[in-house]
């Protein structure tokens, strides 16, 4: 049974720095498209960095150059690191899994396990 767990949320001042991990169960990581979306109050859900089975990772450009993706292949997880925070990034973070149809990324709704989410608020 897959399962997703995510941790390392919580509250930080601009300029600042979080990690956000996302222990999985169920599956090996390594093997399949795994991702990091978020959602704010009233807004739509937004992708935020996707880590495919073959390794290729890809990011929103709202985080570029700020956010890094990668996957522990000894623990298991799939980790966000994100510098530099800013007010707007301030959401729920969601932890996702794409375990079926190949080691491609896809479309958001092709993503069939999802955890629960971990709170991020930046203040200003």
């Known amino acids: 049974q897959v399962q997703l767990v995510e941790s390392g949320g919580g509250s930080v001042q601009a300029g600042g720095s979080l990690r956000l991990s996302c222990a999985a169960s169920g599956y090996t990581v390594s093997w399949y498209c795994m991702g990091w979306f978020r959602q704010a109050p009233g807004k739509e859900r937004e992708e935020v960095a996707t880590?495919?089975?073959?390794?290729?990772?890809n990011y929103a450009d709202s985080v570029k150059g700020r956010f890094s993706i990668s996957k522990d292949k000894g623990k298991n997880t799939l980790d966000l690191q994100m510098n530099s925070l800013k007010p707007e990034d301030t959401a729920m973070y969601y932890c996702?899994?794409?375990?079926?149809?190949?080691?491609?990324?896809?479309?958001?709704?092709?993503?069939?396990?999802w955890g629960q989410g971990t709170q991020v608020t930046v203040s200003s």
């Open positions: 996702a899994a794409k375990v079926a149809g190949g080691r491609d990324c896809g479309q958001p709704y092709e993503f069939n396990y």
């Open positions: 880590s495919d089975g073959y390794g290729t990772t």
